[in-house]
């Protein structure tokens, strides 16, 4: 055990074993945000976006998680920074007698007020497919899990797929997504420079800590 003071700053260093951190009083903030945010996909080279063309923005969730989906005010708060109006829905609305029978990513918008994938893509200028699993292979509703292979139906060209977890899940369902981000906690700070790096105010890592291989 080393015992460090409060204002000790330590240069860029590795080890060969796992090193914890424990602060016996106060807290603790380590500029981990900004080198954490991997850059796994960006097929087209559409990153930066341009902050003028983006006026309406929407952030889906997928999670079991309901502590993650309230955490995306986060999110929605750093994108209204740069002007832009945010919706945020948790998944896509799938059940339910009005749906019946409707091709599966054209669902009407339910009681909930979620959008389908179609309705997202008419209505916003950006989409933000959001994912959070605190290790392992993610588990999610079974609607959420259908809802994956809808993902690209509409709006491809505008979507961005961000998981705050496993890095892994782009290999399980979204290796058809043109922009895929890692951020691999949801933190504010976190979220705040995912937000920033999408109108190229943080710069991104394309050098995973994981290496990606498909499962």
């Known amino acids: 055990i080393r015992k460090h003071t409060r204002f000790v700053k330590f240069p860029e260093h590795k080890h060969n074993f796992i090193e914890f951190n424990y602060v016996y009083q106060g807290e603790l903030k380590q500029k981990i945000a900004q080198k954490s945010l991997t850059l796994v996909c960006d097929e087209n080279k ?48 799938i059940g339910g007698l009005k ?15 979620a959008y389908s994938c179609k309705e997202l893509n008419e209505k916003f200028d950006l989409i933000i497919y959001a994912l959070f699993s605190d290790g392992g292979r993610p588990s999610f509703y079974g609607g959420e899990e259908r809802g994956f292979f809808d993902v690209m139906t509409y709006g491809r060209e505008k979507s961005v797929v961000v998981s705050f977890g496993t890095p892994q899940v782009y290999f399980d369902w979204f290796s058809d997504s043109d922009i895929f981000l890692n951020a691999y906690d949801y933190l504010p700070e976190m979220q705040e420079n995912f937000v920033k790096a999408l109108f190229g105010d943080e710069k991104v890592s394309e050098e995973s800590v994981f290496r990606l291989v498909p499962a």
Not at 58 to 67: D, K, N, T
Not at 101 to 112: A, F, R, S
């Open 46 to 93: 559409k990153l930066p976006f341009d902050r003028k063309k983006i006026k309406k923005a929407a952030i889906v969730c997928f999670s079991m998680q309901e502590a993650f989906y309230r955490e995306l005010c986060h999110m929605k708060k750093a994108l209204e920074s740069y002007g832009t109006e945010v919706h945020i829905q948790h998944n896509f609305p």
């Open 99 to 113: 749906n019946f029978g409707v091709p599966i990513g054209e669902e009407k918008n339910d009681e909930y007020g």
